[in-house]
């Protein structure tokens, strides 16, 4: 049961880790939480003197923060983990100390310093916005405040209140407690905390969310997790330093965990924030891929049913340029795959080095699509995207649950479900359909097919669709008339065709968008941010914009330019190569730079 050993195995270190803390009580100085309800908005402070500790840098291990009111029903904020990237080494007038300066916020926490004091350390938590989760609808009887260091913690605790709910708490001078009270479990109280992975309020089996907070159903994946009650996004970058970044995803109801895909042939951990120090699976340059241009490893797939049966499946560029795609197994840690289980599903030849597509995705229906490009070279040489006896230009369609040679087979409600590889076909008419997603609520189908040299081209094939439509390439670019010859003298009209439901020129002028590469993206579908939900995001690789769609009938609505609003603070997107999705449906950028930004709320 690969599901088993990671929840448990996560659940235990976490168990572990506070365990171990040798907590001192400390007095408190100040506290002040508003709920995220409150006029004025979520915010939390906290001051306390700390004991001095020679030892306490969290440049290195980073620090904990947590905020729990003393009954089950009360608010908490969980665990917030105080990043090592985040800290620095400051001077003050009374010596050195230590700031955490973290201008995105994700964590809700904006600012920590720890500086010398009479006595001691002085502890100071500043945060504000919608990702502080603290609920105050009634007044509490306790509040606990702990902060950690490595193995190192402190603990204070308030008990009486200058204001005491609702949608307010305010304490001064708590007296230091007479010991550290034990960190209980909060399964059960509305708020997804660490080592949990949903929480519906109740302790039962059954209704998606399981007795011990983990996930059963995707459909409980946004239990326990707050809504922003703002209307303004932007990015706040979560990895670096990862080069050519392709693919970002995590396997079903697994939200702890983001894989990180990098062209030059490695697959990456992201676990509660941290990225993992060893691969998830590495492929040898020059031996199983050809990295390089736009050649590399370009994307993976869970399965499913990944909860129990550990597969997964990557899309690669051999050595000889052919286009790979291979089933893998997890190994017996779940943070690593095993290397040896490769099984080939499909091998196509592809001429040229360019247009090699590179998506895969489960749809709703549990087979697994393909995007392929027309095989390179400029206009599609080889005319790949209108022959249907070629699966180049193509989107194929493919039952994967076969346990025999092949591994694959047409399903058998393809447009034509012959045998081979040409009754996986679903749809055709493409030039290179990098980044292709699926509505997670309706099941719509969007691809974004990067044009020649005038025009980018979004598709849009609703959940309804029984397959087999031709999206022009290389016939039309876009709307635009591009290669009649050989079939016609002069191009049919658009509509033989299925028209992409959004384009844009390289030449455009605002407020018109421009640009020479699309990157494709997803509809929003996540927990934190209702006012997004049905909203297409999108971008381009050169450009960098950031835009927004929705389809409302069938038809294109709210074509919006999100740009200035979602740039994120305190640091630059690179070329954007890649949107990826987490189990519970938020939104991921990655870009050649090597960076990794998650989409989260501003308020």
């Known amino acids: 049961m690969v599901r088993a050993v990671k929840i448990h195995a996560g659940l235990i270190a976490l168990l572990v880790a506070t365990r171990a803390a040798a907590a001192t009580p400390v ?30 840098d969290p440049r290195s291990a980073g620090a904990t923060f947590e905020v ?21 080494a400051v001077a003050s007038p009374s010596g050195s100390g ?33 990702a502080i989760p603290f609920r105050i609808r009634h007044p509490h009887a306790a509040v606990d405040v702990r902060f950690a260091v490595g193995s190192t913690a402190y603990c204070a605790r308030f008990a009486s209140f200058a204001q005491n709910g609702p949608l307010k708490i305010a304490a001064r001078n708590a007296p230091a407690p007479a010991a550290c009270a034990a960190r209980r479990a909060r399964c059960g109280n509305l708020l997804v905390e660490a080592g949990e992975e949903c929480d519906d309020g109740d302790v039962v089996d059954g ?94 797939a869970f399965h499913p ?30 943070d690593v795959a095993d290397a040896a289980s490769r099984i080939v599903l499909l091998r196509v030849s592809h001429p040229a080095g360019n247009h090699n597509g590179g998506q895969l995705a489960f749809g709703p229906d549990g087979y697994l699509y393909a995007g392929l490009g027309d095989g390179g070279g400029a206009g599609d040489p080889d005319e790949n995207g209108q022959n249907p006896a070629s699966v180049l230009g193509k989107v194929l369609r493919i ?36 980044r292709f997603g699926f509505d997670r609520l309706t099941g719509d189908l969007w691809i974004a097919d990067v044009g020649q040299g ?22 039309y670019e876009g709307t635009m008339c591009f290669d009649p010859e050989p079939l016609f003298q002069s191009c049919p009209p658009p509509e033989t065709y299925v028209e992409p439901i959004f384009e844009y020129e390289h030449t455009a002028s605002p407020p018109d968008p421009s640009g020479c590469s699309v990157t494709g993206g997803f509809v929003y579908r996540g927990c934190r941010l209702p006012a997004e939900r049905g909203r297409y995001f999108f971008s ?30 305190g640091a630059t997107v690179g070329n954007v190569t890649t949107f990826g999705e987490d189990a519970r449906g938020e939104i991921y950028v990655g870009d050649q730079t090597g960076q990794v930004f998650a989409l989260v709320p501003n308020g």
């Open 27 to 56: 007095a408190g100085d100040a506290l002040v939480i508003r709920d995220v309800a409150h006029p004025r908005g979520a915010k939390i402070i906290v001051d306390a003197l700390l004991p001095a500790a020679p030892a306490l």
């Open 68 to 88: 729990v009111g003393d009954a089950d029903a009360d608010g908490a904020t969980g665990i917030v983990a105080l990043r090592a990237v985040h800290w620095r």
């Open 98 to 130: 230590y700031e955490y300066d973290d201008p995105g916020a994700s964590n809700g926490i904006r600012r920590a310093t720890l500086l010398p004091d009479v006595g001691g350390l002085r502890l100071r938590v500043v945060g504000a916005g919608p």
């Open 207 to 300: 209704d998606g969310c399981a007795s011990d907070c983990s996930l059963e159903s995707p459909d409980a994946a946004c239990a326990g997790v707050p809504e922003s009650p703002h209307d303004r996004v932007h990015l706040v970058r979560i990895a670096s330093g990862l080069s050519n970044v392709t693919h970002v995803t995590a396997p079903p109801l697994d939200p702890s965990r983001l894989f990180v895909v990098r062209q030059a042939g490695e697959i990456r951990v992201i676990r509660d924030g941290v990225l993992l120090s060893t691969p998830f699976l590495s492929l040898a340059p020059d031996v199983d891929i050809s990295a390089g241009g736009e050649r590399g490893l370009l994307s993976l």
């Open 305 to 334: 049913d990944y909860e129990r049966n550990g597969r997964f499946f990557v899309y690669f560029t051999a050595p000889s340029g052919e286009l790979v795609i291979a089933r893998y197994q997890v190994s017996a840690d779940p």
């Open 399 to 434: 039952d994967v649950d076969v346990e025999h040679d092949p591994f694959r087979r047409p399903p058998p409600d393809n447009p034509n479900p012959i045998p081979g590889r040409q009754g996986l076909v679903w749809a055709l008419g493409f030039r290179n359909p990098w």
């Open 454 to 475: 005038s025009r980018e081209e979004i598709d849009f094939q609703p959940a309804s669709s029984t397959g087999g439509e031709n999206y022009g390439w290389d016939v």
């Open 540 to 569: 381009d690789f050169c450009t960098r914009f950031f835009r927004t769609l929705r389809v409302s009938g069938g038809a294109l609505a709210e074509p919006l330019d999100r740009t200035a609003e979602i740039a994120p603070t």
